[in-house]
DNA sequence: TCCTAGCAAACGAACGTTCGTTTGTATCCT
DNA sequence: AGGATACAAACGAACGTTCGTTTGCTAGGA
């Protein structure tokens, strides 16, 4: 019946996702986990701690998604399939940490907060990477901006938490293509 | 030296936009126009009304573009492109009242929530039909789903909010057109 | 002269956090 | 094996502060 220090920090990311940073009090944690408020200082050191962790944990993910698409070999638009469904699955399958990184980085103290906007950059930098590999191979065309072209690919794919739910007709591999898809066909030559 | 409600409404806009609802104090609003906190009560009943006011405002800007959009006579891309500038239009002219409309709406009570939802739904449908519209008249490709191709468009619009500043070196028309040349190379046939 | 905008003061509730204390559970010594 | 020790987890009460809101009053303009 005892909980752990990690057990606060998924409580913390599900209720920050639904209600806010600002919308959730140390006692609406506490139940959430059947504690009392102050129990919780036990395993952590304050509400903020706690935003830094779902945050950090949030862009972690990404990173490591983003890493792991960008090693794949061959043509610049299988990788940029590959950073299409990484960030499908990182968003579907750590929901609550992906929505508090997306929607509550604000309530970030500025120290913490800037680190995150660096490790937004260097996420949206994959992106423009790889989209500037395929201006200069000639499969995209030569006047798509990649950065404009980036920030558009990422708008799309942020906006899948405010409306996409799995367990409906179209599963997560058939968004993907329908998205790159889309996208491609925006970019390439010809 | 006399402040109007429109005044009350206009800074709460502002604060709820830049701080967040919770974020937002009354007494921070007081401040914002060199009042007490409790001297807005002259003007307004509580807080809740000035988020309903702003969102409510933000809902109807929206939805006068897309009407005047929808009215355009041509082919449905023209009208396509008439919606991703007018929507463009709306962000920037009235960005406060609309990133609280697109941000804090869920602090709504359930109530004005479902009213505001519905507005959203109303809008989106715009897109949904203009879409189809292309589709039925062979511009855009057959398997273009109206659904998922508004949500992408309406995406990228939103999103637009998050990172587009004005004063740099591309203007609003540029970048509507940027936006609708991408969205309508990946709509259309051959 | 009355109406309204605003102030000053205060309300009760909730906030994040701290405190002293209790509880349960390992660990070690004998 | 059994009793003392240590520690982490949680409690319950209270801290000072801030919250949204209410009340009663005053000054100024129509």
Do not use: C
Not at 18 to 24: A, E, I, L, S
Not at 33 to 59: D, F, I, N, T, W
Not at 106 to 127: N, T
Request: glycine fraction near 10%.
């Amino acid at each position: 019946m005892s909980h752990s220090r990690e057990d606060v920090i998924s409580a913390a990311g599900r209720l920050f996702a639904r209600d806010g940073y600002h919308g959730t009090s140390m006692r609406d944690l506490g139940r959430e986990l059947g504690l009392l408020g102050s129990s919780l200082y036990s395993h952590v050191q304050g509400k903020q701690e706690l935003l830094v962790a779902v945050v950090e944990r949030g862009a972690g993910f990404f990173q490591a998604a983003a890493d792991a698409a960008l090693a794949v070999e061959g043509p610049a638009s299988e990788r940029l399939r590959r950073l299409i469904a990484g960030h499908l699955d990182v968003m579907l399958d750590h929901r609550d940490e992906v929505r508090t990184y997306l929607n509550e980085a604000r309530s970030l103290e500025p120290a913490s907060r800037e680190r995150v906007v660096a490790a937004r950059d260097r996420y949206e930098q994959a992106f423009r990477t790889v989209l500037k590999e395929g201006v200069a191979d000639g499969s995209f065309r030569d006047d798509v901006d990649p950065k404009l072209a980036g920030i558009f690919v990422l708008s799309i794919l942020n906006a899948v938490d405010r409306w996409y739910e799995e367990d409906g007709g179209l599963d997560r591999a058939a968004l993907a293509s329908q998205i790159a898809d889309m996208v491609e066909r925006g970019l390439r030559t010809g």
